[in-house]
T-cell receptor, first 112, second 114 residues
Framework: AQSVTQLGSHVSVSEGALVLLRCNYS??????LFWYVQYPNQGLQLLLK??????LVKGINGFEAEFKKSETSFHLTKPSAHMSDAAEYFC??????????FGTGTRLTIIP | NAGVTQTPKFQVLKTGQSMTLQCAQD?????MSWYRQDPGMGLRLIHY???????DQGEVPNGYNVSRSTTEDFPLRLLSAAPSQTSVYFC?????????????FGEGSRLTVL
């Protein structure tokens, strides 16, 4: 079955430290991949997307993600965390069936 | 630009009551969808539409109805509310196929069923 897995429902990092949020998917065909961010009491907004062009994708607010077909992964990183990065992050996958499947989300906390 | 507008933002219902969550977008997007968000479960697709007059079921459609009479509007109806439908509901739209586009989300509607 096609699925999206985000490892770690909560991640805490110190301000200035590396942010790494993990996302794996299960599919025999490379899908289209997205990362969304949700700030408190708001809707989701797109951080970045992979649509079969470059495997390293740069997004807004200094985030980037790398598509690794061999590992079926699309992990999100940011070299230096900022307090404003505290939010919930969702990995989402389009398996080509007109439906976006979301992971369960990772809540990122930044420690001053 | 208004983008995707959802009303109401908050609603409390009693079990068995009916209501409609409204969703409107002013971006001329063909694709619209409804998700519910529950703690620890991420977002789950309820219903979606690829254009006016066309709707289809998502992952969790039971207890919900939708219609798409215009490009702009995509209301979600709860015919007989149950406590299990307590959730935050998000409407989202996309200009076309998801593989080249992105979803634009409304700010959500928080529903409590007593």
């Amino acid at each position: 079955a096609q699925s999206v897995t985000q490892l770690g429902s909560h991640v805490s990092v110190s301000e200035g430290a590396l942010v790494l949020l993990r996302c794996n998917y299960s599919s025999s065909v490379p899908p289209y991949l997205f990362w969304y961010v949700q700030y408190p009491n708001q809707g989701l907004q797109l951080l970045l997307k992979y649509t079969s062009a470059a495997t390293l994708v740069k997004g807004i607010n200094g985030f980037e993600a790398e598509f690794k077909k061999s590992e079926t992964s699309f992990h999100l990183t940011k070299p230096s965390a900022h307090m404003s990065d505290a939010a919930e992050y969702f990995c989402a996958v389009d398996f080509g069936n007109e439906k976006l499947t979301f992971g369960t989300g990772t809540r990122l906390t930044i420690i001053p | 630009n208004a983008g995707v507008t959802q009303t109401p933002k908050f609603q409390v219902l009693k079990t068995g009551q009916s209501m409609t969550l409204q969703c409107a977008q002013d971006m001329n997007h063909e694709y619209m969808s409804w998700y519910r968000q529950d703690p620890g479960m991420g977002l789950r697709l309820i219903h979606y539409s690829v254009g006016a007059g066309i709707t289809d079921q998502g992952e969790v459609p039971n207890g919900y109805n939708v219609s798409r009479s215009t490009t702009e509007d995509f209301p979600l109806r709860l015919l007989s509310a149950a406590p299990s439908q307590t959730s935050v509901y998000f409407c989202a739209s996309s200009p076309g196929g998801l593989n080249t586009g992105e979803l634009f989300f409304g700010e959500g509607s928080r529903l409590t069923v007593l």
